[in-house]
């Protein structure tokens, strides 16, 4: 049923005074408020979009309720239509004076044309009140230069460009970190401390002084007052020209008593009783004038700042530039929106900036961070797509006398796990494209033997193979380990790193060149210019998240397309995989071999310390060996953190006399760590002091105690790699940590470790508390920084923006057919992220 346009004065006066008397429902001359507004909204204005009438026809529901809400779902309720009339006031407007625009518009910033027809100009234009005041024609272009926005300027252009924003666009896909609802409009009897709310009262009384501590500090003080009760608020003024008695006048004439101001702002509490803290103030004209402010009576954007940028100037400028969304054209297809239930583009950059109620808010964010993971997968797609179309110059053998061999040598049988892991590399390996698998496995699972057999295979197919290893330690470790079973079967192995001697080095370089020598293992000395290859057919890459994008891609470079095996033993989450690995072919060892016991893990405090002792004590009267880890090597001054250096010779005189400790850490040159280690693997020394160098590599079958002290300091799975030092013979084995925190939210992380072995369930959990970057280090892993995307709460969106890509690129992977997605593809990762996102 269709009504006359609205009288929006009339409506808007109710709602103040039903705000004024505190939301209780007013009898009128005829009808109740809230059967007033049932009765309004029960009829379709005219000028009504056909798109609004659900919005409307929501609104009248909701008002049919409205004697039955709670007092703060109804100030709420009258928050959103308060805003909702004043968007509608005009667009009725804008159609009177736009029924027959039709313009077609090109974008300079690309080479599509842009048609904007009356219906969805006229439908877009109700939701940004900036547009009711200018035509199309004068709107901001895509490609526009900021300086050239009304109240920007050069100046403040400048500023903004160290944010990276120079253009339209850039503005408008400045996504905000986060909103404050300042939407909830109270009386002052109903304020609580830690909401977020907009009041509207009279001015009692405004004094203003200087601070006594600081003579460039001016506060102002304003007494408000309403029909509930009265509330003292305070703004802080710092500079020596707030304290003269010009700008006090300017003051006093800004906010004269028994003018009505609406302030908003965070309530909290101080010895004088409740306050907004640091409010945002707005004069108006009569109680109830709509809010024009930018913060006040909104939910409110929050934008990442850098120095000298305010957020003001950020959300004055995006205000400034939303007209031009007119302008934008959606990258994707209708019916993949229509699958997935996005947002139309336009829209979700309005309300991202401009939310008018939380669940239009939600709905844009939810387009937004599909948006980011669909790019995201686009690329990491795109690249696995271009892998499979290279050809591989190693096409190896699946079996043969090697593999059968060192079948025959191996002491244990492998798992269910490690076979069907090497049954999917060994296909990998005979495929006419190069193999690119991850194999993810717990501390322990026995990675290196899968890794093994791959070596073994491209050695027999006549192709040699190269081991890297991050580390030192772990190069060193993985030697031995070959060594021991190479020389049973006659082949050479040689370990190249910082500290092999030069002639030795020498040697090993030529034998490479001429393929006498078949396999190496070594660290980062890998991928120097002086290491050539005769034929190199396969690169396994240990704890391959440690290495940087760079140096995993020069040592591929010493081949021509040579497989590739990476191996990682911190088990990553399904959503982080397939942000940084969705290139990539995974494969997982979930299961550990049999006769592996259980580490018994136990959380300590500082008071506990003596059962720690006796412990070790007990292991080592036992013949057993013990760690003791620390985050740091030596005393700071700025940490009160115990150091390896002083607790190991603190230990040593004091606590375990009758014991020898060793020392290690990372300073230490490379024939230090080689003795250190040669000592405790000889059970020379029964204890070693050490900090997290020996997270990975030291494979000690007697070492039965690991003791982590400052355990809170150190990440979950940090933690999970420095407990599988130990439990690798029969013995039972033990995992203390000592916590000298009293932050609950860190007794509650390392409780995860008491209650779980299972490596990829505490990766999940160490994402959850600490986030992606921090688990893998942003620098190196590839992890890009989203803006509104998490990986933790948005793993669905993940999930269903990878569906999408692979629609896509099945399609067709050049992006051709879709030709608005490539262009935006073009925009976000080769000038947002530089075109390197991942490996």
């Not at 020209?241 to 004439?253: D, I, K, P």
């Not at 004269?256 to 101001?261: E, W, Y």
């Not at 993985?478 to 049973?488: A, D, M, P, R, V």
């Amino acid at each position: 049923m269709l009504d006359e346009t609205p009288d929006w004065s009339r409506l808007k006066r109710a709602l103040s005074i039903e705000v004024e008397h505190g939301f209780t429902n007013l009898m009128g001359r005829q009808y109740r408020f809230s059967e007033f507004f049932t009765l309004t909204f029960g009829k379709f204005p005219r000028s009504l979009p056909r798109s609004e009438r659900l919005r409307w026809q929501e609104l009248a529901e909701k008002f049919s309720n409205y004697p039955h809400l709670k007092l703060q779902d109804r100030q709420h309720l009258i928050a959103q239509t308060r805003q909702y009339i004043h968007q509608l006031k005009f667009q009725s407007r804008v159609i009177e004076s736009n029924q027959e625009a039709k313009i077609i518009e090109k974008d300079s910033e690309s080479d599509y044309q842009y048609r904007i027809q009356n219906t969805k100009y006229t439908t877009l234009a109700y939701t940004i009140p900036s547009l009711s005041k200018v035509t199309l024609r004068h709107t901001p272009r895509l490609g526009q230069k900021l300086q050239e926005l009304p109240k920007i300027g050069v100046r403040k252009a400048e500023n903004l460009a160290c944010l990276g924003l120079r253009t339209i666009r850039d503005l408008l896909f400045y996504y905000p970190r986060g909103h404050i609802d300042y939407a909830s409009q109270v009386n002052i009897s109903a304020l609580r401390p830690a909401d977020t709310v907009t009041i509207v009262a009279i001015v009692k009384r405004c004094n203003f002084h200087v601070s006594s501590r600081n003579k460039n500090l001016m506060i102002l003080e304003i007494v408000l007052r309403d029909n509930t009760g009265q509330l003292k608020i305070s703004r802080f003024f710092a500079g020596a020209r707030f304290t003269s008695r010009g700008w006090q006048e300017v003051l006093r004439s800004r906010y004269p008593v028994g003018s009505t101001v609406a302030a908003c702002g965070l309530v909290k509490r101080n010895k004088y009783g409740l306050t907004l803290d640091n409010p945002e103030l707005e004069v108006l004209a009569h109680p109830g004038d709509p809010l024009d402010s930018l913060t006040i009576g909104r939910v409110v954007p929050i934008y990442k700042l850098t120095g000298g940028v305010l957020g003001s100037t950020v959300r004055q400028a995006i205000i400034s530039a939303l007209p031009a969304i007119v302008y934008l054209q959606d990258p994707l297809p209708c019916g993949l929106r229509e699958k997935y239930e996005l947002m139309e583009l336009k829209d979700a950059i309005y309300n991202i900036h401009c939310p008018t109620d939380n669940e239009l808010l939600q709905q844009a964010r939810r387009r937004l961070v599909f948006d980011e993971f669909f790019y995201l997968q686009i690329s990491i797609l795109q690249r696995r797509q271009q892998a499979k179309q290279t050809k591989a110059t190693a096409i190896l053998n699946s079996g043969g006398h090697l593999i059968d061999s060192f079948s025959k040598i191996l002491p244990f049988q492998l798992t269910n796990s490690q076979q069907r892991v090497i049954k999917d590399i060994l296909k990998d390996l005979q495929q006419s494209t190069p193999m690119n698998r991850l194999v993810q496995g717990d501390v322990g699972s026995g990675k290196t033997v899968v890794a093994v057999v791959a070596i073994l295979a491209t050695l027999q197919s006549g192709y040699q193979a190269a081991l890297m290893a991050p580390t030192e330690v772990l190069a060193e470790q993985h030697y031995q380990k070959l060594l021991s079973w190479f020389n049973l079967m006659c082949l050479p192995v040689e370990l190249l790193t910082s500290s092999t001697k030069m002639l030795k080095r020498k040697h090993i370089h030529s034998r490479l060149e001429t393929g006498e020598l078949p396999l190496v293992v070594g660290t980062h000395a890998l991928i120097q210019d002086t290491v050539k290859f005769r034929q190199l057919g396969l690169v396994v890459i240990d704890e391959q998240h440690r290495f940087g994008v760079e140096q995993r891609a020069k040592l591929q470079q010493k081949g021509e397309q040579p497989h590739v095996l990476t191996m990682t033993a911190t088990p990553i989450p399904r959503t982080l995989a397939l942000t940084i690995h969705g290139d990539l072919d995974v494969s997982q060892i979930d299961e550990l071999p049999p006769g592996r016991q259980v580490i018994q893990t136990t959380l300590l405090s500082g008071q506990q310390r003596r059962y720690a002792y006796d412990l070790i004590r007990r292991e080592i009267v036992q013949g057993r060996q013990v760690y003791i880890v620390f985050p740091l090597i030596e005393e700071s001054e700025t940490l009160d953190l115990r150091s390896a250096v002083n607790e190991q010779k603190r230990l040593q005189e004091k606590i375990f006399p009758e014991f020898q400790l060793g020392l290690l850490h990372g300073r230490m040159s490379s024939s230090e760590k080689e003795e250190a280690i040669s000592k405790f693997r000889g059970n020379q020394t029964q204890i070693l002091v050490s900090t997290t160098v020996v997270e990975v590599g030291l494979d000690i079958s007697n070492a039965t105690v690991m003791l982590i002290e400052h355990s809170e300091r150190f990440g979950l799975s940090q933690l999970h790699q420095l407990r599988g030092r130990v439990g690798r013979g029969t013995a039972k084995s033990y995992c203390l940590l000592m916590n000298s925190s009293k932050n609950p939210d860190a007794q509650q992380r390392l409780k995860v470790l008491e209650q779980s072995q299972d490596g990829f369930f505490i990766s999940e959990m160490d994402m959850r508390f600490r986030g992606p970057g921090q688990l893998l280090g942003t620098q190196q892993s590839g992890v890009p920084d989203f803006t509104l995307a998490n990986l933790v709460e948005h793993e669905d969106i993940l999930m269903l923006a990878r569906q999408a890509a692979q629609t896509v690129i099945e399609t067709d992977s050049t992006l051709e057919y879709w030709c608005l997605i490539k262009e935006e593809f073009k925009y976000r990762y080769e000038r947002l992220m530089g075109g390197a996102i991942m490996t």
